[in-house]
């Protein structure tokens, strides 16, 4: 079974800039949440999406975006890049939730690494 | 709000030794869910455990151990006879019942074994 997949890797950006990163869920996981790991502020939530809908956001400035596609993948969007962006960007999936909400087990891809100069 | 500590920031051991990786949270909801996560330098967050506030049961699997304490706010991760394959980066972290992906992390115990 595939796990969650990033692309891509490793990017460099420039600061004014705006990039795109895509993340294709485990198939059958509905949920596709992204989170932002940086050395000073560690791992942030940033939004989760469901079937299409946002359904839960962080504390972060509009310039960050994201969406989600009907076959579930989800790309997520940074507009006027500043040098504070650059970071490890996870994304995660998980199953619908056969329980409490809560309750799901998040698999996290290996992550795209933005560097901003 | 919620909130998880992680006080140990790093840790050297050598192989075969035990060590405990500490985590306290805190929270004002009294259905929540507690985890452990391990990250290797590939960066993949890779799951370990998932408890509920309802149960205190303590959990061995192999060489891992977990141990959740309400009354203290604690839960906290033991690796024994430790191996150089468990040097990573381990995250405790903290859902509360109705956000279902928002995870609060702790800071992270960067956990270094050698020979």
């Known amino acids: 079974k595939a796990g969650v997949t990033q692309t891509p890797r490793y990017l460099i950006k420039t600061r004014g800039q705006q990039v795109t990163l895509s993340c294709s869920p485990i198939?059958?996981?509905?949920?596709v949440s992204w989170y932002q790991q940086t050395p000073g502020q560690g791992l942030q939530f940033l939004f989760e999406?469901?079937?299409?809908?946002?359904?839960n956001k962080g504390n972060f400035p509009g310039r960050f975006s994201g969406r989600q596609f009907s076959n579930s993948r989800s790309e997520m969007n940074v507009s006027t890049l500043e040098l504070g962006d650059s970071a490890l960007y996870l994304c995660?999936?998980?199953?619908?939730?056969?329980?409490?909400?809560?309750?799901?087990?998040?698999?996290f891809g290996a992550g795209s690494r933005l560097t901003v100069l | 709000a919620q909130k998880v500590t992680q006080a140990q920031t790093e840790i050297s051991v050598v192989e075969k030794e035990d060590v405990t990786l500490d985590c306290v949270y805190e929270t004002r909801d009294t259905t929540y869910y507690l985890f452990w996560y391990k990250q290797p330098p590939s960066g993949e967050l890779v799951f370990l455990i998932r408890r509920n506030s309802f149960d205190e049961q303590n959990e061995i699997s192999g060489r891992y151990s977990w141990n959740f304490q309400k009354s203290t706010s604690s839960f906290n991760f033991t690796i024994t006879a430790s191996q150089v394959v468990d040097s990573a980066v381990y995250f405790c972290a903290l859902k509360v019942a109705g956000t279902a992906s928002k995870l609060t992390f702790g800071t992270g115990t960067r956990l270094q074994v050698t020979l």
């Open positions: 995660a999936s998980s199953p619908p939730e056969a329980g409490p909400v809560g309750a799901n087990v998040l698999t």
């Open positions: 198939s059958g996981h509905r949920s």
């Open positions: 999406y469901f079937s299409e809908t946002q359904r």
